[in-house]
């Protein structure tokens, strides 16, 4: 039976890998926005390939096409972070067939906003999908390739949001990311149980911002914990893409006018596209951004000009110091539904 030219491509990664092509970055959620383009901003710097993990394979062929990527510098696998189990199939193609032995970064920035819903939505793990798909399947993603990452000493990488903060001033907009006391998420994030991470309601808004509150403390959690490894986690808001794919459910008027003159004349973290995508790879490949542990945005404003602007490590939301629980919770419930559908699991296994 003759292969698909996706299927073929992927038996061919190893045997394209190259001297010019030594560095091997995964991204999440690379078939638009910040991913393709950070996917892109990498792939320019001439020695990396890039392995695009995308719940729709075709869609992200298009993508890559669309803006030009060698055909020899991407390989798409298919990873669909609303099913556990297809995570696990993506990091055994990865080695099975992709054959890609080591990683040099992991950048994690699949995320989903459903702000008009009323109801919460469940993946097939029986688990509240905004909180799987940004965080639970990251984390478990990262636990499976720390291996990979531990061999190139590699970097993880955490896409944000500054409403992760209620500090900052997008952050004091109701309704706030708030953790709690996790109840929410030690019972489970089940119909059963609760919708939220700390119980209550069920707020589609607050549980995405909860959920990049989640990635901060995620960080910080691998970041103490195999920092020591030489693997680097950090996190970052690359600055706001009014354009992006994220908002396509939000109301014209917000999306189209509202959203960006506050990013542009308010905010002032209004980017691109190609700038966002810019900023990722540089925080995945440079070492001015080492500081294990740490979270970074860009101060100034974009529009005058990228000479105007400058990154800095600020301080991330004031529930950081509730990473470690979050890290330990986090695990025993990817654990018990890993379990409860028969699969294996070793994600409470030392790595």
């Known amino acids: 039976m003759q292969r698909s030219p996706v299927a073929r491509r992927h038996r061919m990664l190893h045997l394209r890998m190259g001297p010019k092509q030594s560095q091997i970055a995964v991204v999440t959620g690379a078939s638009s926005g910040v991913g393709l383009y950070a996917a892109h901003a990498l792939i320019n710097k001439g020695n990396w390939h890039i392995v695009m993990a995308c719940r729709d394979v075709d869609r992200a062929e298009r993508a890559a096409n669309s803006v030009n990527l060698p055909k020899d510098a991407y390989t798409v696998l298919h990873c669909d972070l609303a099913d556990f189990a297809s995570v696990l199939k993506f990091v055994k193609g990865l080695s099975s067939v992709a054959r890609v032995d080591h990683l040099d970064a992991l950048i994690c920035n699949a995320a989903i906003w459903h702000p008009r819903v009323k109801k919460p ?30 061999i190139s000493r590699g970097r993880i ?13 997008p952050g004091k907009i109701p309704p ?33 911002k909860d959920a ?12 103490d914990r195999y920092g020591r490894d030489g693997v680097t986690s950090v996190a970052i808001f690359p ?33 691109p596209n190609d700038e966002a995508g810019r900023r990722v790879a540089e925080v995945a490949t440079q070492g001015q951004f080492s500081d294990a542990g740490s ?12 000479e105007k602007t400058k990154s800095q490590v600020i301080e991330p939301t004031y529930e950081i110091d509730k990473a470690d629980q979050l890290y330990e919770l986090s695990l025993d419930l990817i654990d018990q539904a890993l379990r409860r559908r028969g699969l294996k699991s070793t994600i409470l296994a030392p790595v």
């Open 295 to 306: 979270y970074c945005q860009w101060r100034g404003k974009y529009t005058e000009g990228r």
């Open 157 to 169: 990488v955490f896409l944000t949001t500054q409403t992760h903060s209620p500090d900052s001033l």
């Open 121 to 150: 939505r469940f993946t097939v793990d029986g688990i509240e999908k905004t909180m799987q798909v940004c965080h639970l399947s990251h984390l478990l993603l990262c636990r499976e390739l720390l291996p990979k990452l531990k």
């Open 239 to 271: 600055g706001c893409v009014a354009e992006s794919n994220l908002f396509r459910e939000k109301r014209g008027w917000f999306r189209y006018v509202f959203f960006p003159i506050l990013q542009k004349y308010i905010t002032r973290q209004y980017v």
């Open 212 to 223: 990049k509150a989640e990635n901060v403390l995620t960080m910080k959690a691998l970041s």
């Open 176 to 208: 706030q990311a708030r953790l709690g006391d996790l109840s929410g998420l030690a019972a489970g994030l089940d119909p059963q149980t609760t919708d939220m991470v700390e119980s209550g309601p069920f707020q589609p808004t607050k549980a995405f």
